[in-house]
């Protein structure tokens, strides 16, 4: 299990946070998110075999948000 913390910008709300969270949990091989609004980060733990960062950098550009 590997584990990533990522920068993501435009993140303003717990709505944000929930739909952060909600879409790199639907990506395969994501097992747990956590976004940190505060410092405008997610970390995620993940399996690197079924996942990587360009799946969930577009995950989060198609809700709006920017990976930093
Ligand atoms: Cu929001």
Not at 33 to 60: F, H, N, R, W
């Amino acid at each position: 299990m590997s584990k990533l913390v990522i920068g993501v910008d435009g993140m303003s709300c717990n709505h944000c946070k929930m739909a952060v969270e909600g879409a790199l949990k639907a990506l395969a091989g994501v097992s747990s998110v956590e976004v940190d609004l505060k410092q405008k980060t997610a970390q995620v733990s993940y399996d690197e075999a079924l996942c990587g960062l360009p799946a969930m950098k577009a995950a989060i550009e198609d809700l709006g948000y920017t990976v930093a």
